[in-house]
C-alpha cells in the first residue's frame, strides 16, 4: 500500500509550513509513522515518528523545539508541521511506515521503515 505526501512548498526563512502523509493501510492505525528527509548530496535522515497510538513521539534534534508531528487514524493521516525554518530544513521530505507491534513504540532508524512515500520538496529561502 502506498503512502502519499502533500503540501511541500517554498517558504521564507522564520516561516511556517505543514505537510502531510497519507496511508490506505487497514486497519489504518497499525502503523508507526515517521517523517526523513534528504538534502542534495546528503544522506537521508531521520525528522521525527510517532506511535501507532499517537501518544509517544520522537525528534531530531535539529528539528527539536520547531517541528511537531502528529497523526489522525480515523482520517489515515500524519502531519508534520514545520515552524520558525532555516535555510538548512530545504529537502526532500518523505513519510514513511511500518508496522508497529505494540501502540507506542517508534523509530528513528530508517531501516525499520518498509513503506516510503514519494516525497515532498520543501524549500526555505534566506
Not at 546528503?42 to 525528534?59: D, H, L, M, N, Q
Not at 508531528?69 to 508534520?80: E, F, G, K, V, Y
Not at 513519510?95 to 512515500?117: E, K, M, V
Request: proline share 3%.
Amino acid at each position: 500500500v502506498q503512502l502519499q505526501a502533500f503540501g511541500g512548498g517554498l517558504v521564507q526563512t522564520g516561516g511556517s509550513l505543514s505537510i502531510s502523509c497519507a496511508t490506505c493501510r487497514r486497519p489504518c492505525n497499525t502503523d508507526v509513522m515517521g517523517w526523513f528527509r534528504q538534502a542534495p548530496g546528503k544522506e537521508r535522515e531521520f525528522v521525527a515518528t510517532i506511535s501507532r497510538s499517537g501518544a509517544v513521539t520522537g525528534y531530531a534534534d535539529s528539528v527539536k523545539g520547531r517541528f511537531t508531528i502528529s497523526r489522525d487514524n480515523a482520517r489515515s493521516t500524519a502531519w508534520l508541521q514545520m515552524n520558525s525554518l532555516k535555510p538548512e530544513d530545504t529537502a526532500v521530505y518523505y513519510c514513511a511506515a511500518f508496522y508497529g507491534r505494540l501502540p507506542h513504540i517508534t523509530s528513528q532508524d530508517r531501516s525499520n521503515y518498509h513503506r516510503w512515500g514519494q516525497g515532498t520538496q520543501v524549500t526555505v529561502s534566506s
